[in-house]
């Protein structure tokens, strides 16, 4: 019959609008705003509606996802803060857009490079958020970030990201990427005790 | 290049079917056949009609600018699968003529305005040539390697100012117009007169009196786009109109040009992933593979078994998610206007999910690696995609079946329209899924096998009648098939390794050349790549399908109504990324 | 904006200030109505545009900010989401839909390259940010923005227009708002504007085809 292909269609439409419903109930009012909820309707076994409510509630952001980087510093016993790059210059030479500029400390005295940026740029403009400065920086020092919150009304002063804007403890890092991190540890200790032995 | 299966017809060797004419390429690291100039229609001519070569899958110009050569390269496969021929012609810099393809290869049509756009080679018999990517009145060829742009720093990436003395600044700091410019010296506006559009018109044939029956007509062009929302992108179509038939249609593009060769010839081998990511966003796990096997290719790794696994899983998703995007959008162009996208998109969405959580991006994955991937799955991840490929796609996929397929107007919308039968799918070079729909049972993962395609048991997925509704129906099978492979690759997958050799981010890749091609959700996708041994790529060209698979578009959309060229382009399923690189 | 946040009722209001408690309050209403019916202009650019298409999904679903309508037709546009790459050749375009936009209009610049150019920064037709052609109001930076970071970008957005008043908004001062010319393609992309520039720096015999190695050379 001329027209059972369009009515069939709309019964799956009609499905649908049903099925939102049917959730509603299922969830009787913790549906939304609820974490429990939110992994269940944002995963595979998604039914009803699929929304997010952005920004009262947010997805859950996985480890691995990247955004722009940021520097690592480790806080020592008295207070003082350490970066942990050493100006290696690995991962502005390896960024895809070459969008890390990194200068240098030189020694006052004897004019000889320290192993430490005097200064570190990003531009964020360029920056395609590909991550190889994180995946092949040597000591660990640049990550990638999760927040993605950054919208800004003026670019020319707000998005070259220097040194003291990239900066972020290594405790937000473990907090951001708990396993990676973990990992990232238990090698770094074993490098340790390798250097001590020597 | 590739191990080559069975083949009914022995391979040919040009050079001793003519001798002086055709000599193999002896250079280190290349192959295939230099031919002369003079003789390249003959031989070519005799290659497709005599020796079953009758599928040019590339063309594609290279710059030897220290021998002051400019070559064009044709890669000739034939339909029934097996390896290429490459056929090779050389035509000196200051004076580029080469005969030109078309009248044989109508699926050249593209590419050598591209090669005559980017590098200044002319072709004597080419019906149109003239820009294609940039517009006309363009000073200079920009993909010659003696040609500087504005923002030009030096000849290969890393750039010194970077590091150690990384003084910050904005390459507009150092431009007097504060833009991405530069002109002739002397240059004003002043007595210029802009060529624009001039050329594209003159194409078109003037208007002229139809008569129609008893009615007196005119015929007007019409510009659709590059801004238009049906367009998939920026991209235009100007059409010649006799009221609402189509009588000539012309695609327009460049819109996006990004320079992704030249930028790509700056880059290191690595730095090159990420940017592949960025041709077909829609499927950039594809793209990385492509690129990825022309370069292992070259450095002669094979990355350890679970890589492979892994490799074809996510790949297979990737198509998974093109197509049911290209479902959903054909639907809109067809005037059901978001429904369907919104079922396909919320399906995708999970896809993507799977890939935000292994490569850390949704779209942008830049996760294969030379001889591996970039990281093992995460927890939890293996549990998703069982879960999706064997409950929630299959599922999902027959629901847009049931949906869609026998819905009266789609059938009346779709079936009959826009038909490009097989000799013509064939001779246009078109790939992939139209051409499949065409009838030409012609894969890449069948007809020239890589990384493990050959484990698996599936199907090419053909439709017979090459018109849209089939292009549509190609696509579900597609689906279904590929859900096929997941599932054989998740219930296979071992454990173990997922990256030969340490990860390294110089890769040291032996000078020569490597043609690698994979089959794309929107084609085949093949990455020329030539090396010189240095960190850089001498040569990086990409063979994008969607871009060659728009040769026939104009020949496809003639006679039919202005409602139908949205419907036709929706699907041949372009993305302008890699239309326009 | 005059501020009143503190309850007006003890409040002398002298009256030369009357009505701007009027206006503050009309204010409100005119802001609150532009901030949740703001409608993009439905095209993209690359990349970007498909995640600006998922926002418009049902995941993300831009409805819920009064955004889900998207006009094919600049005229009935209030929001340009400049969502992608923007090359020379598209650029007179885009700077052609703009003026076309009827004002009250705002432009969100999605992704590295609408606000500066982006991976694709160094290419020969690329135009470092769209902001060298039209003025931008918010940047969004990420390649791509994931949805979530585009309706952070229109939040943003929301609350510029929260901020603004009746009383000093462009489009109701005296005098129509010019146009901005299109740029032409000739040798290059030329920005009108520039010609003088241009006959200038002819007249001076000054070279305009160096590139940025040469510049810092010098
Ligand atoms: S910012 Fe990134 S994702 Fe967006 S258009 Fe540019 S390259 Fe594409």
């Known amino acids: 019959m001329y027209g059972l292909g369009i009515l069939r269609g709309l019964g799956t439409v009609l499905t649908h609008f049903v099925n939102t419903y049917l959730d509603d109930i299922r969830w009787l009012g913790r549906r939304y705003y609820n974490p429990q909820a939110l992994a269940v309707r944002q995963g595979p076994k998604t039914a009803g509606i699929f929304t997010v409510q952005y920004p009262e509630e947010k997805l859950v952001t996985p480890e691995e996802f990247r955004y722009i980087p940021f520097l690592l510093y480790e806080v020592k016993e008295d207070g003082t803060k350490e970066d942990r790059c050493t100006s290696c210059g690995i991962c502005a030479k390896v960024c895809p857009p070459q969008c890390i500029w990194i200068e240098r400390t030189t020694d006052p005295k004897t004019g000889r490079p320290v192993p430490a940026p005097r200064e570190f740029y990003i531009d964020i403009d360029i920056c395609m958020n590909c991550g190889f400065c994180a995946e092949y920086c040597p000591f660990d020092a640049i990550k990638m970030d999760h927040d993605f919150e950054i919208a800004s009304y003026d670019r020319t002063s707000a998005h070259i990201f220097n040194k003291e804007r990239l900066s972020t403890s290594v405790d937000y890092y473990a907090s951001i990427r708990p396993t990676n991190y973990a990992r990232e540890e238990v090698a770094r200790a074993e490098k340790e005790a390798k250097k001590a032995k020597k | 290049m590739t191990a080559a299966p069975a083949v009914e017809k022995a391979e040919v060797k040009p050079d001793e079917e003519f001798p002086g004419i055709a000599a193999p390429d002896t250079r280190k690291g290349y192959g295939g056949y230099l031919v002369a100039p003079e003789h390249l229609v003959e031989v070519v001519t005799k290659l497709r009609d005599e020796a079953g070569y009758n599928y040019l899958s590339s063309a594609t110009a290279v710059d030897y600018l220290e021998e002051g050569k400019l070559e064009m390269v044709y890669h000739l496969y034939r339909i029934t699968g097996g390896p290429a021929l490459v056929v090779k012609a050389q035509t000196p810099r200051d004076k580029a003529v080469l005969p030109s393809l078309v009248p044989l290869f109508p699926g050249a049509d593209l590419q050598e305005r591209e090669a005559w756009d980017l590098y200044g080679i002319r072709f004597t018999g080419h019906p149109n040539l003239k820009r294609i990517l940039l517009w006309e009145g363009f000073w200079g060829h920009p993909m010659r390697k003696d040609w500087k742009e504005p923002y030009f720093e030096e000849e290969t990436k890393p750039f010194d100012s970077r590091w150690p003395g990384g003084a910050v600044f904005r390459s507009e700091q150092h431009n007097p117009f504060g833009h991405n410019v530069k002109y002739p010296d002397g240059f004003t506006l002043e007595g210029w007169t802009p060529e624009a559009d001039k050329a594209l018109y003159a194409g078109l044939g003037t208007v002229t009196d139809v008569n129609a029956g008893s009615l007196k007509t005119d015929q007007i062009v019409v510009n659709l786009g590059p801004q238009h929302p049906s367009t998939h992108g920026v991209f235009r179509i100007a059409a010649t109109l006799d009221g609402e038939t189509i009588v000539d249609l012309e695609p327009v593009m460049g819109y996006l040009h990004r320079n992704h060769e030249q930028i790509g010839e700056r880059n290191t081998f690595l730095q090159n992933i990420p940017f592949t990511d960025r041709l077909d966003y829609l499927s950039s796990m594809s793209n990385n593979l492509g690129y990825a096997l022309a370069v292992e290719k070259l450095m002669n790794v094979k990355p350890p078994e679970r890589a492979e696994y892994i490799r074809v899983i996510m790949v297979e998703m990737t198509r998974i998610a093109n197509h049911l995007w290209a479902i959903g959008f054909l639907l809109n162009d067809l005037g059901a206007f978001f429904t369907p996208a919104l079922y396909a998109i919320q399906e995708r969405e999970l896809i993507l999910d799977v890939f935000e959580a292994t490569a850390g991006s949704r779209m942008m994955c830049n996760y294969m690696r030379f001889g591996g991937v970039a990281r093992d799955l995460p927890d939890g991840i293996e549990a998703r995609l069982n879960e999706l490929a064997f409950e929630r796609l299959p599922r999902k996929v027959d629901e847009l079946d049931a949906y869609l397929t026998n819905n009266e107007i789609i059938r009346s919308r779709c079936i009959g329209v826009g038909v490009l039968p097989a000799e013509q799918a064939i001779a246009y070079s078109t790939a992939g899924p139209v051409l499949r729909a065409s009838g030409v049972p012609y894969d890449v993962r069948r007809a020239d096998p890589y990384s493990i395609y050959d484990r698996f048991d599936w199907n090419v997925a053909v439709r017979y009648n090459g018109d849209v509704y089939d292009r549509y129906l190609i696509r579900l099978d597609e689906i279904r098939e590929s859900i096929k492979i997941v599932q054989q690759a998740l219930r296979d997958l071992p454990g173990g390794e997922i990256q030969t050799g340490k990860p390294q981010y110089q890769v040291r890749v032996p000078a020569g050349e490597a043609y690698g091609r994979v089959d794309n959700p929107k084609g085949e996708l093949g990455f020329y790549v030539i090396s010189t041994g240095k960190p850089n790529p001498y040569r990086y060209h990409v063979r994008a399908p969607s871009f060659i698979n728009l040769t026939p578009f104009g020949e496809m959309c003639k006679g039919h109504k202005v409602a139908d060229v949205v419907v036709i382009l929706g699907s041949i399923d372009i993305v302008l990324g890699e239309t326009d690189r | ?218």
């Not at chain 3, 009256?15 to 949740?36: A, G, V």
């Not at chain 3, 943003?156 to 489009?171: A, E, G, H, M």
Request: hydrophobic share 40%; glycine share 6%.
């Open chain 3, 1 to 218: 904006m005059t501020t009143l946040e503190k309850p007006v009722s003890d409040l002398q209001v002298p009256d030369d200030i009357q009505p701007n408690i009027f206006i503050t309050t009309l204010d409100k209403i005119y802001n609150w109505s532009r901030r949740s019916s703001c409608w993009p202009m439905m095209f993209g650019l690359a990349c970007c545009a498909i995640e600006m298409i998922c926002t418009a999904a049902s995941r993300y679903d831009l409805a819920r900010f009064g955004m889900e309508v998207m006009r094919p037709s600049a005229r009935q546009a209030d929001l340009m989401i400049v969502s992608g790459t923007v090359t020379k050749k598209m650029v007179p375009q885009i700077v052609r839909l703009y003026n076309q936009m009827p004002e009250p209009k705002y432009v969100l610049a999605m992704g590295a390259c609408a606000s500066g150019g982006g991976p694709f920064k160094e290419g020969y037709n690329v135009v470092s940010g769209v902001d060298k052609y039209v003025p931008v109001d918010v940047y969004v930076p990420g390649c791509p923005p994931t949805p979530q970071a585009l309706l952070h970008g229109l939040i943003t957005l929301q609350r510029k227009i929260d901020q603004q008043s009746i009383r000093n908004v462009p489009w109701y001062q005296p005098g129509a708002s010019e146009p901005i010319p299109v740029p032409i393609l000739g040798p290059d992309i030329i920005d009108p504007r520039q010609a003088p520039l241009l006959r200038d720096r002819a007249a001076r015999g000054l070279s305009n085809s160096l590139t940025v190695a040469d510049r810092v050379k010098e």
